[in-house]
């Protein structure tokens, strides 16, 4: 019998939380994140990581346990939300995954294993080289010579770090993506998942509430934050995370800080895209429009009798 577990998936300021949080009390459940920044500590502002009064006793994994210099894989994901899972299963409680990056919900949900997760230092840095001296056009014509399926599926987002690591993973084990992802579909998935998704129709009303976010970062702290972690030996992986980079050019006096504000704001809005581009692609997740249904109980309210037939029917 496969196990049951309720994910909450959506874009960045779409109010994952609250609904995942909402849930656990009304079914006895336990949260696993699955966002890929909020795994580091000292990332707390620009992660938008839940702050104790938002988890409302409700016990949250794969949380602030990692230093921002240690990299982190899809793979190690993987294993460590289902030893997650384990555990909450352990204490008779239902496991919900909720987070807004889409490869760790898919890779865990979906049972695709990793060949061979490990690290080549030397040819991840011969590839950044590569990538920062002809672009990530060169890299996706390498990738494209022995897997042209992952070049052309990565072509649309052009993301440096995932181009470079199929690359990686397929001169380090001999086995494309492709050839990974069809053998793990092979073998079904332990997991028999019921997927919502927060989404907004008037896409300015999600956009707003970006805007409103990122303001109220820079009140709590962001600024000074990010001055911390930018001093920081960072890993790739936590190199990436929006809020930080953006306003390094106002710590060089480059630009001002109105402009950087400016610019955290528009790349924060493109992510939310990413985000939603990569999970309507998903045809069983139930979406609900945080434009219409605004608050968690509204929406906790609009799936309850789904969640209950999901469990108990």
Not at 56 to 79: C, M, T, W
Request: some cysteine.
């Amino acid at each position: 019998m496969k196990t049951k577990i309720i994910a909450v998936i959506g874009p960045t300021a779409s109010g994952k939380t609250s609904l995942a949080v909402k849930i656990a009390e009304r079914f006895n459940g336990s949260v696993i994140s699955a966002d890929s920044m909020q795994i580091y500590k000292h990332m707390q502002i620009a992660t938008a990581k839940p702050t104790r009064e938002e988890m409302k006793n409700i016990r949250h994994y794969l949380i602030d346990f990692l230093e921002p210099s240690e990299a982190y894989s899809v793979g190690q994901y993987v294993s460590d939300a289902k030893q997650a899972v384990r555990e909450i299963l352990s204490e008779g409680k239902l496991p919900i995954i909720c987070g807004g990056t889409g490869l760790y919900v898919d890779s865990l949900l979906n049972g695709i294993d990793f060949v061979d997760d490990s690290v080549d230092n030397a040819l991840r840095n011969e590839l950044k080289s590569l990538c920062e001296e002809k672009g990530v056009d060169y890299l996706l014509d390498i990738l494209r010579e022995f897997d042209p399926e992952s070049a052309q599926r990565l072509s649309s987002e052009k993301n440096p770090k995932r181009v470079a690591r199929a690359i990686e993973i397929y001169k380090t084990t001999g086995i494309t993506i492709t050839e990974q992802n069809k053998n793990s579909r092979l073998r079904e998935s332990e997991f028999e998942p019921l997927c919502f998704g927060l989404t907004a129709d008037n896409r300015q009303y999600l956009y707003d509430r970006i805007n409103h976010r990122v303001d109220l970062m820079l009140k709590e702290g962001l600024i000074d934050e990010a001055r911390g972690i930018l001093s920081r030996g960072l890993s790739d992986t936590a190199r990436g995370a929006i809020g930080y980079r953006q306003l390094k050019p106002y710590f060089d006096g480059e630009k001002s800080l109105d402009e950087c504000i400016e610019r955290l704001k528009i790349e924060t809005r493109h992510y939310a895209k990413r985000q939603l581009t990569w999970f309507k692609r998903n045809e069983n997740i139930i979406w609900l429009n945080i434009d219409e249904l605004k608050t968690a109980d509204d929406q906790l309210n609009s799936i309850d009798s789904k969640i209950r037939g999901f469990l108990y029917g």
